[in-house]
């Protein structure tokens, strides 16, 4: 079992920035790719960014690209998302996710663990 517990969301007006972190806990942390999902109300969890094990292999949804920065501290067992030049259409509940191996993956199916999720509310 991995446990997953996500931090950092909060209010923010647009242009801002947050950063969030995935505390993460039970397995060997650097055996597992991460990923950040978001769900806004009335919508599907989508996929947002994700990291390799070590860290030099990411991929990020279109929209966020160029905005949000993920990045993982094995020492720590923590992976985080930098989101800067936030707009009001990222407001959501941010999830952290885990899958054991190293590939990369976007599909929400694709992992086994997930945290209980942090709201962003970016306003206008």
């Known amino acids: 079992q991995v446990q997953l517990v996500e931090s950092g969301g909060g209010l923010v007006q647009a242009g801002g920035s947050l950063r969030l972190s995935c505390a993460a806990s039970?397995?060997?942390?650097?055996?597992?790719?991460m990923g950040w999902f978001r769900q806004a109300p009335g919508k599907e969890r989508q996929f947002v960014a994700a990291?390799?094990?070590?860290?030099?292999?990411?991929q990020y949804a279109d929209s966020v690209k160029g905005r949000f920065t993920i990045s993982r501290d094995n020492a720590k067992n923590t992976v985080y998302l930098q989101m800067n030049s936030l707009k009001p259409e990222d407001t959501a509940v941010y999830y952290c996710?885990?899958?054991?191996?190293?590939?990369?993956?976007?599909?929400?199916?694709?992992?086994?663990?997930w945290g209980q999720g942090t709201q962003v509310t970016v306003s206008s």
């Open positions: 996710a885990a899958r054991y191996g190293i590939i990369l993956q976007k599909v929400v199916s694709a992992y086994t663990y």
């Open positions: 039970g397995r060997t942390f650097s055996d597992y790719a």
């Open positions: 990291i390799n094990w070590s860290g030099g292999s990411t």
